[in-house]
């Protein structure tokens, strides 16, 4: 089975919200310095799946991955879990994609790579947490899409059956190949890479795609436009209410309170 | 003159046999010993055991003929008894040889004879000595094994038996013996013989026809159980005569803190133990020097605690494992799964020595060894301080830990978490980097990258993981802060360009993270000048920067806090009131990396006395102190199997009738911390570190 597993590079979910800085000029989120970022979360669910399946199985696992030159480093990790190949989606044009953008370019990009039988992404990215990119590259690519999916059962060369997690339990959907699953973090436990996958991948020479060699119509423009970046302000006031009784301490913050239309 | 006719009663022809037996046990104990050879060179080369010869020699002797290891405090009843038996043995084994030369060279060829007069009057009285000592020493060995009912000897094998009761048919025969000749001849010198002649007296009405035979039938048994015991030492726990001895030998000298160093690790392409040739040959004369005695397991955290971890069966189930391999009659071998489907249970009949062959199938980990073992070491070192042939348990396990780790990549989901936090974080937890030095800028403690000039300073304070995110080991660095303060210490951390030590990464077999770690460590301390002290508060960062780092080119002086305090308080810098504590003060718990790896046990305890007026001991203490169940990465992983190590200590703590624990080790703090609030004595009993208790002094004085 040949599957295709998307990866994207996030920071660290582990740092606290209140260590990044926010340049509003640029609209652009800056970490704390001297922190790696490490693969999504739930790609390395998406991951561990495919080489679970493959293990299973047989086939190939290719990872992609659209960012920038930072953007090998998860492919590298994806590398030392066990992946196959890698392929660097890299331009600078592509650095500020919306999710549409990201969909067409992934999509491209996995159309270049030839036969797929499965398309494996992670349900949602931990930094935007938009859950649109998988979708998106089903749409692209005229697969079916199941998303998100706790586990993936009975796999054959024409189709799986995944669990598709809904409000008050799940769905068994079986589902024709090609198809694109969405992976939440219930399907499984991401491996830790063995000592020779690391220095496998420390070799590995990744591919470098750009949007010329993905015959990307320049200039579609995105349809999102991300018009400001900031953060949130808080405001605290104490306003002590002055009585002589309780009784009309309270009818006073009742007034206090509609006034402030909070009642 | 006193002497003795030489084989009274012993036909020429008899002789010719027990020369034959002789030469026959001389080649089957060398056929034996061959084998055994043959099968440890099996092992992967390793030169470092056979350096600093001299100095090997010097302590295989001592330990050998003074029992340096085997009388030790705890352990004066089977510390005697071995040393009966021991030289009981050694002085019959020299006495036979006396007589050999007399009979055999001395006479035949010189015509001379001293085994007569003064010499035979001191050889006899000497020889009965010892061999009284040798049975005393078996009578006591019998009762300790079949009599005393010790938790460790709860099964014993038809081997144990075996040795005993040939050993003792030897020293009853050799006395029986004495005794028929002095009553058959009338030997007018009978009374040296101090030991058999009242049997011999009683002996006297006997019809001398009737002694005579008896001494043939007694003298014929000596000799063959003498052939027996020969033939049967290369295949039992008795060869431990001399792989006990070639085992302390050859003991790693290297810093016995640290773990060997996997070099040019990116160019390996198999690491750690995964079968028995991977183990080096040194690892593998480990397994044939246990006898069984059960003392790794006395102060074992896991053993004491009922988890599947024992160390004596480790050893004995991979030495029979390697044994049977080879065709060799030894123990159990193969998959072994008791009645109640736990690996590694107590020795049981599977255990009993046999020739059959081991299924090439079986795995050394999974089949011989389980995962849950290796797992559950808390690499405390309580297993080899006390093994008296200096077994080496600890690296054994860590090997085994290497290759699931770094080939196969089969660990506890906890590790995950672990290594990962590690790699992205350089600590265990998922706190940024960037966060290290928070508290010390509440506690007004400089970074060194903010000192201006860094020459003026006396030491680096290493304040390690724990005490740098964690809210309760914060409080442990601030009140170090504070002494340093009141001593006038200049000194800075190194703060966020401070990373992991490596220890939890190591000591979980990530020796590859380890190497990261401490590299990007050393890189930076070496840039602030490697001549500065540091001072750790951590005993596993102490141990890894004092032992390890040498290793990958970081050689510093590194204290522990415990030291450096004792220091400040003995030069008079830090000026503490020698007060008392009110209540029944603290009972001191060692730290396994601070007393066990580094032997530093008297100076916390120093510490305590100069600032609490004392402490209480807890009966295992020292070298026999018991793991509070942190180290080992065990602090990072959860404690399923068993009961907690931490209660078991903390009870023992809470028996001295103290008002607390005082530690030394952040690690020990938070399992303490957990114990109190789990056993809901957290309102009466404290967790403190002794850096927090001379703080508090140091707040009380002025």
Redesign the interface.
């Known amino acids: 089975m040949d599957i295709v597993v998307t990866v994207k590079q996030v920071p660290d979910p582990d740092i606290p919200p209140t260590h990044f800085r926010v340049d509003e000029a640029t609209r652009t989120v800056i970490p704390p310095a001297g922190v790696s970022p490490v693969m999504n979360g739930y790609d390395a669910h998406a991951l561990e799946a495919a080489l679970r399946l493959r293990d299973q199985l047989g086939g190939k696992v290719t990872v992609v991955s659209l960012g920038p030159d930072s953007a090998r480093d998860a492919l590298k990790r994806a590398i030392a879990m066990g992946a196959d190949a890698a392929v660097h989606v890299n331009d600078p044009a592509l650095n500020a994609a919306d999710s549409t953008t990201t969909a067409r370019a992934l999509a491209a990009a996995i159309k270049k790579l030839g036969h797929v039988d499965l398309v494996l992404s992670g349900r949602q990215a931990s930094d935007t947490d938009g859950g649109q990119v998988h979708l998106g590259i089903a749409t692209h690519l005229g697969l079916p899409a199941v998303s998100p999916v706790q586990k993936i059962d009975d796999p054959s060369a024409e189709t799986v059956v995944a669990e598709r997690i809904v409000e008050d339990g799940y769905q068994r959907l079986r589902v024709r190949l090609p198809a694109l699953l969405g992976v939440s973090s219930e399907m499984n436990e991401p491996r830790y890479p063995p000592l020779k996958g690391i220095m496998a991948a420390g070799r590995a020479q990744i591919p470098v795609w750009t949007a010329a060699d993905l015959e990307l119509e320049a200039g579609q423009p995105g349809k999102v436009q991300l018009r400001r970046l900031y953060v949130e302000t808080r405001e605290a006031s104490v306003e002590i209410i002055e009585a002589e009784s309780p009784g009309e301490a309270g009818a006073k913050l009742a007034d206090k309170l509609r006034e402030a239309r909070l009642v | 003159m006193p002497t003795r006719p030489i084989g009274w009663n012993v036909s020429e022809v008899a002789f010719g046999v027990m020369y034959v037996l002789v030469a026959v046990q001389a080649l089957l104990l060398a056929y034996g010993g061959t084998r055994r050879y043959v099968m440890w060179r099996r092992g992967r080369p390793l030169s470092g055991p056979l350096d600093r010869v001299g100095e090997r020699a010097r302590h295989a002797l001592a330990v050998t003929f003074l029992h340096r290891r085997l009388l030790r405090p705890g352990y004066l009843y089977s510390g005697l008894m071995h040393l009966f038996i021991f030289w009981g043995f050694v002085v019959l084994f020299i006495g036979t040889l006396i007589v050999l030369l007399e009979a055999d060279i001395v006479r035949p060829y010189f015509g001379l004879s001293f085994y007569q007069g003064t010499f035979y009057v001191v050889y006899k009285l000497v020889i009965n000595l010892f061999g009284l000592l040798f049975l005393v020493g078996l009578l006591m060995a019998v009762y300790r094994r079949y009599g005393q009912q010790l938790p460790r000897f709860r099964r014993s094998l038809s081997d144990d038996a075996i040795v005993l009761g040939l050993l003792l048919f030897l020293g009853l025969t050799g006395f029986l013996l004495q005794a028929l000749r002095l009553a058959a001849t009338h030997d007018s010198a009978a009374p040296i013989h101090w030991v058999s002649y009242p049997v011999a007296l009683a002996l006297g009405g006997v019809d001398p026809a009737v002694l005579t035979g008896a001494h043939a039938v007694t003298w014929w048994s000596h000799m063959l159980a003498n052939t027996a015991l020969l033939v049967y030492i290369p295949v039992s726990k008795l060869a431990h005569i001399f792989t006990g001895p070639a085992n302390v030998f050859l003991r790693a000298t290297d810093p016995k803190a640290a773990l060997n160093t996997i070099a040019n690790?990116?160019e390996?392409?198999h690491?750690g133990v995964a079968k028995l040739e991977d183990f080096s040959w040194k690892q593998l004369v480990n397994f044939d020097a246990c006898m069984r005695c059960g003392r790794c397991l006395d102060f074992c955290p896991t053993f004491n605690t009922g988890k599947p971890l024992k160390p004596r069966q480790l050893i004995v189930e991979i030495g029979a494992y390697m044994n049977r391999q080879a065709g060799l009659l030894a123990g159990p071998a193969g998959p072994r799964i008791d009645e109640a489907g736990v690996r590694g249970s107590e020795l049981t009949a599977a255990d009993e020595p046999s020739l059959v062959q081991v299924p090439v199938i079986a795995n050394l980990i999974g089949d011989v060894v389980s995962e849950d073992e290796l797992w559950d070491c808390t690499t405390c070192r309580a297993c080899m301080e006390q093994c008296p042939v200096q077994i080496e348990h600890v690296p054994l396990i860590v090997e085994m830990r290497r290759n699931l780790?770094?080939?196969?990549?089969k660990?506890p989901?906890e590790?995950?978490t672990l290594?990962?936090?590690l790699e992205?974080?350089a600590n265990p937890y998922?706190?940024?980097?960037?966060?290290r030095a928070e508290w010390a800028a509440a506690a007004g403690v400089q970074e060194l990258a903010q000192v201006a000039d860094p020459s003026s300073l006396e030491v680096i304070y290493w304040v390690g993981c724990m005490s740098s995110f964690d809210a309760r080991g914060q409080r442990v660095a601030t009140a170090l802060a504070k002494i340093f303060a009141a001593a006038e210490v200049r000194f800075a951390i190194l703060g966020?360009e401070e990373g992991c030590s490596g220890d939890p990464a190591r000591r979980a077999g990530n020796e590859?993270l380890f190497q990261l770690l401490a590299q990007a460590n050393i890189e930076r301390l070496n840039h602030y000048s490697s001549e500065k002290r540091i001072v750790a508060s951590c005993p596993h960062c102490f141990n890894t920067l004092k032992n390890e780092y040498p290793q990958l080119g970081g050689n510093y002086e590194v204290i522990h806090h415990s030291q450096f305090i004792q220091e400040l308080i003995s030069s008079g810098r830090l000026k503490v009131a020698p007060g008392v504590l009110e209540g029944n003060g603290f009972a001191y718990h060692d730290p396994c990396y601070l007393g066990r790896y580094n032997e530093v046990y008297d100076a916390p305890r120093d510490v305590m006395q100069s600032v609490a007026g004392g402490f209480a001991e807890m009966p295992r203490c020292r070298d026999r102190g018991f793991c509070c169940g942190a180290g080992g990465a065990r602090a990072f992983m959860e404690e399923k199997r068993g009961t907690r190590i931490s209660h078991n200590r903390l009870n023992e703590a809470i028996d001295t009738r103290a008002d607390g624990v005082a530690v030394a080790c952040p690690f020990c703090v938070t399992m303490f911390e957990d114990g109190v609030r789990a056993l809901n004595v957290e309102e009466r009993f404290a967790v403190k570190d002794i850096a927090e208790i001379v703080a508090a002094a140091l707040g009380s004085e002025s």
């Open positions: 690790i990116e390996q392409e690491f780790v770094l080939e196969q990549s660990f989901q590790l995950v290594f990962n936090n992205r974080n998922s706190f940024p980097a960037s966060t966020r590859y």
